[in-house]
Nanobody, 114 residues
Framework: QVQLVESGGGLVQPGGSLRLSCAASGSSFRVNVMSWHRQAPGKEREFIALITSGGTTNYADSVKGRFTISRDNAKNTVYLQMNSLKPEDTAVYYC????????WGQGTQVTVSS
């Protein structure tokens, strides 16, 4: 079993920055791919970024150049640095971990508004 807990969400003005964290516990040493997803009101959950245990990353076009995913394997934590935030980035952000099963965190709200 793997437990994922997100933190770092909040209210930020357009153009601002936030850093989200996702702490993994349990059998986290088996988590290879960790990723961030988001879901805006009335929309489907969408992929944002992923990172493998080896550090390979991939991003959705909508956030490329603005968001950076990273991980600290010693702390079993993955981060999402979000810069140049836009109102359309407003959503609940979820962390996902994949072992032989798929695990989701509970989500953290990010609101971009003036």
């Amino acid at each position: 079993q793997v437990q994922l807990v997100e933190s770092g969400g909040g209210l930020v003005q357009p153009g601002g920055s936030l850093r989200l964290s996702c702490a993994a516990s349990g059998s986290s040493f088996r988590v290879n791919v960790m990723s961030w997803h988001r879901q805006a009101p009335g929309k489907e959950r969408e992929f944002i970024a992923l990172i493998t245990s080896g550090g390979t990353t991939n991003y959705a076009d909508s956030v490329k150049g603005r968001f950076t995913i990273s991980r600290d394997n010693a702390k079993n934590t993955v981060y999402l640095q979000m810069n140049s935030l836009k109102p359309e980035d407003t959503a609940v952000y979820y962390c996902k971990g994949v072992t032989t099963q798929v695990y989701w965190g509970q989500g953290t709200q990010v609101t971009v508004s003036s």
